[in-house]
């Protein structure tokens, strides 16, 4: 899975807009977003962004190799990521203290 996600260099509506107003809209082709921007598509709610998002938490989870050292960070980096794409609260509580410094 390749994301081109390199120095801010996502080809999204806001930033291609500026060199074609007329071919290129700044709006979200998959959802009701006036401004795509880079932000908003890595959290678009369009369902084929939610299933690229349930993807990547998957892959993610599937390559950690928990170790003794740190049994909640697979859990963290999971939540995190779920938590960061909903626009909710990280639920720091759930965890140790010592993940929280």
């Known amino acids: ?8 260099n996502l080809p999204v509506g806001k930033d291609i ?14 959802c009701d977003e006036p401004v795509e921007d880079q932000v908003h598509w890595l959290r678009c709610s369009d369902p ?5 998002q349930a993807t990547l938490q998957a892959v993610l989870r599937k390559q950690w190799h928990p170790t003794s ?3 909640y960070l697979v859990d963290i980096l999971d ?9 909710t609260p990280f639920p720091a509580e759930k ?3 010592k993940y929280q410094e």
């Open 79 to 87: 939540d995190g990521l779920h938590h960061w794409f909903n626009v």
């Open 69 to 71: 050292d740190a049994p």
């Open 17 to 30: 807009h500026r060199y074609n107003k007329v071919k290129y809209l700044q709006e979200c082709p998959s």
């Open 95 to 97: 965890y140790p203290d």
């Open 1 to 8: 899975m390749a994301i081109p996600h390199h120095r801010h």
């Open 48 to 52: 084929t962004m939610q299933q690229w």
